[in-house]
């Protein structure tokens, strides 16, 4: 066994298994062991709890607003709701742990997605063991299933009450009303409907009892209960398993809600467990070996990379085009499954080069969401796309003017994501083009990315102010990735993200002039484009201010006036809190008057843009500002991992990947702040553990040759870096639909090119070029 | 006897006499019986008050900085102590309220800034009465005078201690260090030094017993006190009569400041205080004749106004060209001593109408203040003059980051008065220009105005953006007049105030170009300025945005997003307060996200610059803006009442003046506000005093006609309204040098020029063109 935290072990590297269940700990415990696929996400609980014990079905697509202020995905009633009664006595919650005879052992497989329990518990003098397995389909998106396993040590009789929870675990406001109840054939279903989007959502419920006799069957309809209750005997050491399907079905997604809800349990009782995890396993299997992520020497590392994996994709809409990608996935409503910038930037790299496709989709959600980025720059404006700081199905901003309070006085705060923090924009923009570098997929340039990146290049301009004295253009009143300084000027990380918006906007405008001018004139009439703009996006990307290095120390100042802050550590800043649920940041929290950063910001630009500044300049400038940073965001440890890995500080960024990596299973960052509930999955670090692998250890990054002609020469480039506890670690990529394997040994690289493919592929490692046949193998020493 | 507040009443209208003496508001009866000369401020103390009575005598031209954080002007030791002793029981601080022998009246005449009190009090049996009559020589800046009438109801002996008391009242930090201690045949001196800056500065004290035959005297060299005692016999109802003289001296206006003050005590104790307050009774005549301000019908309304004059002028370093007029006077050492746009725009106006001498010394206090200015700019990463916040001698910033606090935490605030309130250099630029209007002066602006003028319009260059999109400047992140609103983009306050300075500056620059060749060519090398910037100008004059009122409601919306805020009144806000103390604005008062402002911010654009908006634009905006302003800065009342009695809201304005003209006797006006004491007189509202009378009242406003060449011909204009409860109104103005009496009754203006005129006077009164002759007399109807 192998420890990952204080709190799981895994054995393989496979799987995740909770060490000494803790009450006090279900919060997190129940993110780290949800299941999900994208669709749903069904959190890690026991059969009988319920919205006290934080259970959740968070369901995607169905945005409402229950308080007239956050707009959140709804949790479903619980249709896996199963509680064993014994003369009268239902089975606790929790295990007595004082008890020798209670325990509970849970675990996650994550190469199946399947929460397994072992409940041990006493009942009325017998002693009783059920297990849990529990899976949410991958075939099915809407379906749920589960298998029970119960043994008791002597003959008892028994009562299961088994159904629908209708009482939900709701962070902002009650979403559904109008429940409705049908009863047929032991399949019970409700119907809802919420209260802002009007959407109706039915989860339907069905309890297999296999090998019973004589059942009898009663219906409780209690306020929040909507149950069967059977009647069970048991004989003594005799196991009895039974199966139980739920179903959760949205009008956002079908016309019959209730009748599908209803078709799929019945036909999950057909196929019945068995036969549908085997596919569940099939299906997981062919995501796990397009990754092919291997760590040779480190089950533990292993473990927690698959964990990451894991996460990021069950967050993923990989279903929809239509859909984001929540900062906490499906692992509750905070955050309100919604897309930010770490979609683009954290989640969505690992597609690119494993399942494009995906990429798509979610870079498709950005052109169908244009609308609601247009309305954001107009209500502000401005002019264009300026994309919502929180976007959830429309690209509406859903960020509230007021979300955090002082906890000091109870006042609201107002905080400017929602109106400052525009760098999102051109962080869509620079995600389109990385798309376009990693898969050469020029097409889906031409019909959505241009859009979307000629719309963010007009607001960038109109949002930009000219300063005439300079002769710059300036971006004034920002946010930058950094959260605790608002309302500062000429952030570094966004000005030269729009500068790279801008070049990419006319790069792709002179390849559409000369190759697609009639899709060019068709899409400049749609929005209206005209010459003067693109002349205007130019002058822009030459005038913008792009700040430099300080000729002498290497330093960047992360924005206007940044070095003249006091001068402090977050260490110090801690001891000044007079409530730790403080916020730390804008207007008046500890930080906002130092240089104590959130997350990195500048070194997030290195991330970015590698080839922006010197070796010497990125050292320099880490060393700055590490000890500055607070990693107040989950976002923060794994852009500083990359870049210590890349700058061959090799052992640290293993220390930095562990700890972005275990961010979840050690429920280290906060859940609380400023009054607002931030917990769940930390799908942003999820997404960024891949990228440390590759763009960290292994130094991916792209080299752009410009000299034949305007399509640039696109080329992938390693430099290779391993840690010392590791004795080789492996990936898959896929560059322009060539798949590649890469696996990276103490002295060696090897390249493996698939036999499927159909080109030769064309790298730079280290500092040489080398060409890989189909089905070629090279290896090269480090 | 004519009731001004419940705490002051009047008898002829020339003073104001204490009502019911009471101890908890000696801070502000101390201010309102302030005595001055614009050289010091001797606060409205008895003889034996100390610094725990807030005793003051606050001395110009002395800024030191004690605390590391606040520069402020120096209290000098109090070189008029005085008490009484009678067989060992000193005379107590406060009468016995509640004793039938004991009480404190107390007046200050305003016509020879004259304090008297009368103190009856009993001790040891015998009822004894002292008055005291005190003044500050408008002759000798450096002089007070006290003249003492001991009166005993028995034959009794008594000591006398008189002399100085060290302990100064000090805001923020003890300024005062190396006392040395002089002592000369009863006259006492001390010479001392200031912690940061260095001063030297001399007291001296001297006591004349004219009629004691055979006294004794010691000499007390205590902790804080510096006093001699003398042995004095009384007989029964025979009165003694002593004198008492101070002198304070410093190194910045003086070589000797020791032996100077000695020399200046020694040559009052030859005159003598009778011959002394005649001169003084002459000198403050002539300055009440220049004003000529008269009210029929109502000795309140006449007292309240004298009130106001009074504090305006004794605030008002008149004797220097170096010299900042202070926000408080010199009634306490709140707000520094300094300079803010108060001086120009509220303090300054009555001099340009009546000692314009004095008006000209204050504007070239901003040309010798340009070095601060231009500090602050090039501090700040702008070009030209930006005024300081807060302006002491060197005109460099006096305002630090933090001030207020957070009452509710304790945390600072940080208030960004000292780098976004930018209109400060605009509204000089104004006032230089209104002394043109008003004096004709063109000798002044080619010398100093010019250079004024034009650094203003380079900074203002500096500080905007052009929007590209809009093909406008804006000025981005101000604060406006309303300081509730910090962050604001595009005040219109502060963008037509600038578009004013550019305009000037172009205008100023033009006739430079044709008349003073030579001189534009001195000062365009001496500041470096190229013709590039003055083509800038032109363009920001042109381009610069101008907002415009709603075409359909009339309204203009103070700055950009005013409209959207949280539209509520200040009663609503008052009942959100957690403590009373809290500041209400930035970063998170209860105003700041709301439309309630601070004062009037808009409305003082229409006082400054009637011309802008039609009659129906400013009665809506006046209407709109009124309910939503909390009037929490003294400058707001004055700014109201001026639009109200233009708009003809006669009565409401009258209601408006007397509410400005008693802030300081009704002591309204919050003492302390986010932590910081911000009591003391309130020279703003003095000087605005008068300017309801004229701008208000009588409508006066320039009209300015540029057909005949590049000089503009300015003209006076009125249109004189009266409220019902004055018989008449009068007020002298001189213009362009010539006198002019206006007398308004309420069907009659009546205007009458100087014999000793050498030019006809042409005015505009209501529709009609008058001219008056030197000597004449003309009357309208109204």
Redesign the interface.
Known sequence: MHELTNRYSTKTGQEIIEVDFTEDLIIPSGSNLLIGNGYLGYRGIEANWEATEFSGCIVSDTYDKADGKWRELVNAPNGLYFNIIVDGQPLAKFPDVTSENESLRRSLDLRSGLYNSIRKFNLNDTNFILETNRFASLEQLELILANYKIIADTDVRIKIQAGIDKKCWDLNGKHLEDFKEFNQDKLLSILATTVESNINLSVSSLLNIANNSKEKIELINEDNKYLLEFDLSLEANQPVELEQYMAVTHSNQRNNPLQDSKEIVKEAKESGFKLLFENQLENWNKIWNKWGVKIGGSVKDQALINFNLYHNRIATPAYSERLPIGARGLSCQAYQGAAFWDQEIFNLPVYLYTEPEIAKNILKYRYHTLPGARKKAEDL?Y?GAFYAWISGKTGEELCPD?FFE?V??G?K??NHFNDWQIHVSPDIAYTVWHYYQATGDIDFIIDYGSEIIFEIARFL??R??????KKEF?L??LLGPDEYHE?VDNNVFTLYQSKYALDKALKIYKIMERDYPDRLAVLKEKIELKDEEVA?WKEMAALIKKPEPDPETGLIEQH?GYFQLEDTTPEVLEERL?DPGEYWG???GVA??TQVIKQADLIQLFWLQPELFSDRVKEKNLDYYLPRTEHGSSLSPSAYAIEEARQGRTEKARERLIHSASIDLENTNKAVSGGTFIGGIHTAACGATWQVLTFGFAGLHFIEDEKNGIYPEIKAAFKPEIPAAWDYYQFNLKLSNQDLTIRVETDTIIMTASENNNEEINLKVSEEFVNIAPGITRKIRR
């Open positions: 404006g002019k007021f002082d000091l006085t006042r705060i107002r301009y109109s930009a102010h000219f300063n005439k004295n300036e004034i009143r309302n205007n206007d007079q804008w207007p008046n906002h008057h």
